[in-house]
């Protein structure tokens, strides 16, 4: 694997930044490369030299966590549910910005319809190793409410401000979850 520069990274990080402090500023189809790479403190060609246009840039952001959130939960399903979901909590702290962004202020619809689906397909794997505590239920529905109860109670702990810990939180919502799948 080709090692990328380091300033080409600091780069990329801070037009990811730019967008989403200007997407909390201002509605999205109002924003322009120039805010972006003003915020930047990059030229326009710059931007355009890592991305097509806005579109594609905030597509890639979408991407790389859903991305990472699959990695992640490679080895955080291994563990019991209030240890994967403090480690979930973790990143979504780490990367408040972003999930702030895209999940409490409504930004960008599109993120958290991908967001959910990416929950529901990891519940649907859970609910097959439940052990027919749900017998008789709907499958999808049991996996519809399990994920827009955890994407509603992470919106709900992002729009204010993460006022417990992730592990608080995690403790919670992982004691809940494993009644239900």
């Excluded at 730019?18 to 403190?41: G, P, V, Y």
């Excluded at 408040?96 to 409490?104: G, H, K, Q, R, V």
């Amino acid at each position: 694997m080709p090692k990328v520069d380091r300033r080409v990274l600091k780069t990329k990080e801070a037009i990811k930044k730019a967008i989403l402090e200007l997407m909390n500023e201002k509605n999205f189809d109002d924003i322009t490369i120039q805010d972006i790479s003003d915020r930047a403190n990059v030229n326009r060609s710059t931007v355009y030299l890592h991305y097509l246009d806005k579109y594609d840039l905030l597509e890639k952001m979408i991407d790389e966590h859903i991305n990472n959130l699959k990695e992640t939960s490679e080895w955080a399903c291994q563990e019991e549910w209030i240890d994967a979901v403090q480690i979930f909590f973790e990143y979504f702290e780490t990367h408040f910005l972003f999930f702030s962004t895209m999940l409490a202020s409504r930004a960008a619809p599109s993120f958290r319809s991908k967001f959910l689906q990416y929950v529901m397909e990891g519940y649907k794997d859970e609910l097959k190793e439940s052990n027919g505590k749900n017998e008789g239920l709907s499958e999808d529905v049991i996996v519809k409410f399990a994920a827009n109860a955890f994407v509603g109670i992470l919106e709900s702990w992002l729009k204010d401000g993460m006022p417990t810990p992730p592990k608080s939180i995690a403790k919670e919502l992982g004691i809940l979850l494993k009644r239900i799948l």
